[in-house]
T-cell receptor, first 115, second 114 residues
């Protein structure tokens, strides 16, 4: 049961344009969402997060949007740079239960930014 | 401030053997979570330790076990290794206390089981 899904395995964008990475989730209990970036041979690097009480959070070139009714979140990168080329994972967590703070990850989207 | 470190970087074992992976948490963090990342997949939660106690477990068999030490570093032990255990094992540390505490990952240990 894939509770967090990234349906696009890959995305190719021109330098300077906008990159939009999408993520869908099925568990309405999720209340905190994160995006991580991963380069080969490295661990995931935290990018940006959003709480379920918000619908938007910005940090520099990165903006995350949350649509709770659609159970959908997206990461916008503007402008895209070649150094942004990496695998992007969305992740979700919720309070309560026996796995407090457990992150559930999507499968990842490979972003390639062409010069 | 030191980030999350893991050792070893790479490891090759044969089926049936046992392995221990190590993780040092980021300074000031008291919670360590372990994840398994198979090729082409997202990381999957194994378990979490908070102040030396297991604080949640994912869908992994009992041959996956762990420890957390008083300095909040942690070990992941896997007994009776199987071929499917070949993966990248990631450790993440966080401040603990709320689900909104961001987890920061180490570089991972690449385990190959032959």
């Amino acid at each position: 049961d894939q509770q967090v899904k990234q349906n696009s395995p890959s995305l190719s964008v021109q330098e300077g344009r906008i990159s939009i990475l999408n993520c869908d989730y099925t568990n309405s209990m999720f209340d905190y969402f994160l995006w991580y970036k991963k380069y080969p041979a490295e661990g995931p690097t935290f990018l940006i997060s959003i709480s379920s009480i918000k619908d938007k959070n910005e940090d520099g070139r990165f903006t995350v949007f949350l649509n709770k009714s659609a159970k959908h979140l997206s990461l916008h990168i503007v402008p895209s740079q070649p150094g942004d080329s990496a695998v992007y994972f969305c992740a979700a967590s919720f309070a309560g239960g026996t796995s407090y703070g457990k992150l559930t990850f999507g499968q990842g989207t490979i972003l390639t930014v062409h010069p | 401030e030191t980030g999350v470190t893991q050792s070893p970087t790479h490891l090759i074992k044969t089926r049936g053997q046992q392995v221990t992976l190590r993780c040092s948490s980021q300074s000031g963090h008291n919670t360590v979570s372990w994840y398994q990342q198979a090729l082409g997949q997202g990381p999957q939660f194994i378990f979490q330790y908070y102040r030396e106690e297991e604080n949640g477990r994912g869908n992994f068999p009992p041959r996956f076990s762990g420890l957390q030490f008083p300095n909040y570093s942690s070990e992941l032990n896997v007994n009776a290794l199987e071929l499917d255990d070949s993966a990248l094992y990631l450790c993440a540390s966080s401040g603990g206390g709320t689900t909104s505490d961001t987890q920061y990952f180490g570089p991972g240990t690449r385990l190959t089981v032959l």
